[in-house]
């Protein structure tokens, strides 16, 4: 396969996916707009040398200088950690981004769309976007939605959060089409915290029954995308009716400092951050670690 000349990949994943081997797509906008520096540079190494330590090759996705580059090396991640203004890209943003040269660090929705066109199947990340807390005034809903509808790449999560609408989100994934796994536990779960309250759609318990689940749809012609939702590890989540008090106050505040369109996200994960001191913040690096060791046993399973 030629890759588009907007694709910059490392030598080593332009190598491994001619061969084949497994790679792991990784986003950028958790770096950016979801992690307080140096923690966001030091988590992006850590979850790459997970990756790397289960046998699969991690490609962190990001605009620098006109490119989408596919793989990320110790100084691009530097910079991309310490710069400010860099562009929140989704899936409205990222040409804007490439065609002017601006950095952007890409979404779940963009780099979905990027790991689909360097032939990347599998991606792991903290959590998706989804349908706000509010939505029918709002009309909040996140463009990885729709990503997930139509760009073939299995996304691995820890479930939607809390501040999102999760059963709205759930009634979008179906009608977008988009199987909803949870990976070993009958119950989604809630990014922070291991329940939601809600059942799972459908549950699986090894990597190799996703991989078989995507083989499957790609036989099929099927053109979107699977959702794996993974819980927290025991150890690291903050149980649901801790984190929803703060979840609460942090939306207030959104809502109070009239924050709309692409700034609710970030702003709420900072709100959060603060109002838990940190703790919000060890759950997250925990549960995208976990995310990378099961994507990267995900594609490995593909791979073989
Ligand atoms: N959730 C997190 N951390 C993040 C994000 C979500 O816990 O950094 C980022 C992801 O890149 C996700 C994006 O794709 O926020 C969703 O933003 P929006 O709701 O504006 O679509
Ligand atoms: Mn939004």
Known sequence: ?????????TA??????????????????????GMPYPDNVATARQVEADIRERGAIPATIAVLDGKIRIGLDDADLERLA?????????????????????PGATTVAATMMAARMAGIHVFATGGIGGVHKGAELSFDVSADLDELGRTPVCVVAAGAKAL?????????????????????????PAFWSRKSGLAAPFRLDSAADIAGLLKTRSEMGD???????????????IPQDEMGVFIDKAIEMATAQKVTGKGVTPFVLDAIYKLTAGRSLATNIALVRNNARLAADIAKALAA
Do not use: F, W
């Open 1 to 9: 396969m030629t890759l588009s000349s907007l694709l910059q990949p």
């Open 12 to 33: 080593e994943i332009a190598q491994a996916l001619a061969d084949g081997k497994p790679v792991v797509a990784l986003e950028s906008t958790i770096i950016t707009h």
């Open 82 to 102: 310490q710069a400010t203004g860099v562009m929140k890209c989704s899936r409205a943003d990222l040409a804007l981004a490439v065609a002017t040269g601006r």
């Open 164 to 188: 999102l609408d999760i059963p709205k989100t759930l009634e979008v994934l179906e009608t977008r089409g988009v199987p909803v796994v949870a990976y070993g536990v009958d119950e989604l």
């Open 223 to 237: 053109h979107g995308g699977v959702l794996i939702a993974n819980p927290v590890p025991q150890a690291d989540e």
